[in-house]
């Protein structure tokens, strides 16, 4: 009987186990890859490449277009911008942070038509938009967190508790945030109460859903961090000892394919995520 219960309960490991495997890398032509974006109407990934300095404003920056298998499409898609990290895709509008503004592209044209500043704004960082349109942009040199509304932006939520506001997720219900130099990832609600949620390592960068209550977290230093609904995480990928980092993610869920920009290594590879 006690053989029996100790096999039941390593299937039941085996069977919870999720893994991450290479899928594809693409050439090193991104000049320092910081986001990916799937735009599933047109197949394509769209990849933020800062190419100078995280924080420089000099002109350098580009959004590349990538192949869903991984061959790079236009390097420099839309040029002429400064530092492009995260970005965010709300009908044929595409937005993209980009130091202290937040950058509109039409993505049927590739044309910058808008750029919106946010005032007091040092270090924007990530962008995710509910489903009303609403386009939610973290600072990280500040914490707080924006709200842009008709392209007019105003300060959504701050906190004590957030040191270094990264990676932000919106759900139904509220948004998931990431905390870049603590790794505390939190839950903020739709009347904005703030929950801790689960910890993965400090560099917390990108959250995707890849399930209930379930999500991948990226860390800068080179880590992909799968979730679960009780805020357990378990290390699915570490490529640090390589330098190889890991930005600004995203997850396909019908390819079950997880893209991860490379950074210094001016490279995306994608994963193929397997739940168990």
Same mark, same amino acid.
């Given at each position: 009987?006690?053989?029996?219960?100790?096999?039941?309960?390593?299937?039941?490991?085996?069977?919870?186990?999720?893994?991450?495997?290479?899928?594809?890398?693409?050439?090193?032509?991104?000049?320092?890859?910081?986001?990916?974006?799937?735009?599933?109407?047109?197949?394509?990934?769209?990849?933020?490449?800062?190419?100078?300095?995280?924080?420089?404003?000099?002109?350098?920056?580009?959004?590349?277009?990538?192949?869903?298998?991984?061959?790079?499409?236009?390097?420099?898609?839309?040029?002429?911008?400064?530092?492009?990290?995260?970005?965010?895709?709300?009908?044929? =509008?595409?937005?993209?942070?980009?130091? #202290?503004?937040? +950058?509109?592209?039409? *993505? @049927?044209?590739?044309?910058?038509? !808008?750029? %919106?500043?946010?005032?007091?704004?040092?270090?924007?960082?990530?962008?995710?938009?509910?489903?009303?349109?609403?386009?939610?942009?973290?600072?990280?040199?500040?914490?707080?967190?924006?709200?842009?509304?008709?392209?007019?932006?105003?300060?959504?939520?701050?906190?004590?508790?957030?040191?270094?506001?990264?990676?932000?997720?919106?759900?139904?219900?509220?948004?998931?945030?990431?905390?870049?130099?603590?790794?505390? =990832?939190?839950?903020?609600?739709?009347? #904005?109460?703030? +929950?801790?949620?689960? *910890? @993965?390592?400090?560099?917390?960068? !990108?959250? %995707?859903?890849?399930?209930?209550?379930?999500?991948?977290?990226?860390?800068?230093?080179?880590?992909?961090?799968?979730?679960?609904?009780?805020?357990?995480?378990?290390?699915?990928?570490?490529?640090?000892?390589?330098?190889?980092?890991?930005?600004?993610?995203?997850?396909?869920?019908?390819?079950?394919?997880?893209?991860?920009?490379?950074?210094?290594?001016?490279?995306?590879?994608?994963?193929?995520?397997?739940?168990?």
């Amino acid at each position: 009987m006690k053989k029996l219960t100790l096999i039941a309960l390593l299937f039941s490991f085996t069977a919870s186990a999720q893994t991450l495997t290479v899928k594809w890398k693409t050439d090193t032509l991104l000049h320092v890859p910081e986001s990916v974006l799937l735009d599933a109407q047109r197949n394509v990934l769209y990849v933020s490449c800062i190419d100078g300095k995280p924080d420089g404003k000099d002109g350098k920056g580009s959004i590349a277009k990538v192949s869903p298998d991984g061959k790079i499409l236009d390097a420099n898609w839309v040029a002429g911008l400064d530092a492009p990290k995260g970005m965010g895709l709300y009908k044929n =509008n595409l937005y993209v942070t980009d130091l #202290k503004r937040v +950058v509109i592209i039409d *993505v @049927t044209t590739g044309k910058v038509t !808008g750029s %919106v500043e946010i005032e007091g704004a040092q270090f924007l960082n990530d962008i995710t938009i509910d489903s009303k349109g609403n386009v939610y942009v973290s600072d990280s040199s500040t914490g707080k967190i924006h709200i842009l509304k008709d392209n007019k932006a105003e300060v959504y939520f701050t906190s004590t508790e957030l040191k270094g506001t990264n990676g932000l997720l919106a759900i139904k219900d509220g948004l998931y945030v990431v905390d870049f130099p603590s790794g505390i =990832n939190y839950k903020l609600s739709a009347d #904005k109460k703030l +929950v801790k949620f689960g *910890v @993965t390592a400090n560099g917390a960068d !990108g959250i %995707v859903l890849v399930g209930k209550d379930e999500y991948l977290v990226s860390s800068w230093h080179g880590e992909v961090y799968f979730v679960d609904a009780t805020g357990k995480s378990t290390k699915l990928l570490d490529t640090k000892e390589q330098k190889i980092s890991a930005a600004d993610i995203w997850y396909n869920e019908k390819s079950k394919t997880v893209y991860v920009p490379n950074f210094f290594a001016n490279t995306v590879t994608a994963y193929t995520f397997v739940n168990k």
